[in-house]
């Protein structure tokens, strides 16, 4: 797998927006770009032209079968999901939380473990105050498919080219520590690859193997975007092209409850 990473980063040279335009990536390969220059989103943006502004700027531009993931914060800004905190109350955030979910599975000090009215169970109910003005926190887009779906539509009709969107959130692990990207929503991409009834390398039929392409995607986006580099999408080129299709994060990777052996 091919890593393009911001050329400023690597060594002193021209910006990352000097960068001229990549070709498309090799057959046997994905190529990860970073979309530099965005700049800060403002609530209710249209956020897909910024980002084919942005798109152009970089030289990265838009190809058919691209897969364009974005951070969840700036659809959240762009969608207007941010909320008024008191930063003197140090129960306002807990306030927050609570009422952002319909479950709290785990408390401790003030961190919980929450499932979201979407399915997820995540910390905090995904409220979240980086990047954002002191006094503010953003919340979770309301239907994140609907925002890929939107998002996609929108690129579309600008770029005259057919791409999937993935919009990107990090999530920790219960059994491990770290944090890493995920999909809260997509668009145009396969969520889950099911592999069961295929054969494995040896001949022998798989028979409980889903995988969650759409989190692979959403966490190889996320090592040329960065927590404090101020770069909220990047474009995956080179997916392979049986995975496109319609689909959902809430109705493919949101495991029901009667699946679930912790609830």
């Given at each position: 797998m091919?890593?393009?990473?911001?050329?400023?980063?690597?060594r002193?040279?021209?910006?990352?927006?000097?960068?001229?335009?990549?070709?498309?990536?090799?057959?046997?390969?994905?190529?990860v770009?970073?979309v530099?220059?965005v700049?800060?989103?403002?609530?209710?943006?249209?956020?897909?032209?910024?980002?084919?502004d942005?798109?152009?700027?970089c030289?990265?531009?838009?190809?058919?079968?691209?897969?364009l993931?974005v951070?969840?914060?700036?659809?959240?800004?762009?969608?207007?999901?941010?909320?008024?905190?008191?930063p003197?109350d140090?129960?306002?955030k807990?306030r927050l939380?609570?009422?952002?979910?319909?479950?709290?599975l785990r408390?401790?000090?003030?961190?919980?473990?929450?499932?979201?009215?979407h399915?997820?169970?995540?910390?905090n109910?995904?409220?979240?105050?980086s990047?954002?003005?002191?006094?503010?926190?953003?919340?979770?887009p309301l239907d994140?498919d609907r925002?890929?779906?939107?998002l996609?539509?929108?690129l579309?009709a600008?770029?005259?080219?057919?791409?999937?969107?993935?919009i990107?959130?990090?999530f920790?692990?219960?059994?491990?520590?770290?944090?890493?990207?995920?999909?809260i929503?997509?668009?145009?991409?396969?969520?889950?690859?099911?592999?069961?009834?295929e054969?494995?390398?040896?001949g022998?039929?798989?028979?409980?193997?889903?995988?969650?392409?759409?989190?692979?995607?959403?966490?190889?986006?996320?090592?040329v975007?960065?927590k404090?580099?101020?770069?909220?999408?990047a474009?995956?080129?080179?997916?392979e092209?049986?995975w496109?299709?319609?689909?959902?994060?809430?109705?493919?990777v949101?495991?029901?409850?009667?699946?679930?052996l912790?609830?």
């Amino acid at each position: 797998m091919r890593w393009a990473v911001p050329v400023a980063e690597l060594r002193p040279g021209p910006a990352a927006q000097d960068i001229p335009a990549v070709p498309a990536a090799p057959a046997a390969g994905l190529l990860v770009l970073p979309v530099v220059g965005v700049g800060e989103v403002a609530r209710g943006c249209n956020l897909a032209s910024v980002l084919w502004d942005a798109l152009q700027t970089c030289g990265a531009g838009l190809l058919d079968g691209d897969v364009l993931v974005v951070t969840q914060k700036v659809v959240s800004k762009a969608e207007g999901r941010l909320v008024e905190l008191d930063p003197a109350d140090p129960e306002a955030k807990v306030r927050l939380v609570e009422s952002e979910a319909v479950r709290v599975l785990r408390r401790r000090g003030e961190l919980r473990i929450t499932e979201t009215v979407h399915g997820f169970v995540c910390a905090n109910a995904g409220v979240d105050l980086s990047n954002v003005e002191d006094g503010h926190a953003c919340l979770l887009p309301l239907d994140p498919d609907r925002s890929a779906r939107r998002l996609r539509d929108a690129l579309r009709a600008l770029a005259a080219v057919s791409v999937a969107v993935v919009i990107s959130d990090t999530f920790g692990r219960a059994w491990r520590r770290g944090v890493t990207d995920v999909a809260i929503g997509c668009a145009g991409i396969a969520a889950i690859l099911d592999l069961r009834g295929e054969a494995d390398a040896m001949g022998r039929e798989l028979v409980a193997t889903e995988v969650c392409v759409a989190d692979e995607i959403a966490a190889a986006a996320e090592l040329v975007m960065g927590k404090d580099r101020f770069v909220p999408a990047a474009i995956v080129r080179g997916v392979e092209r049986g995975w496109f299709r319609r689909s959902s994060v809430a109705g493919e990777v949101v495991r029901p409850p009667a699946e679930d052996l912790f609830r």
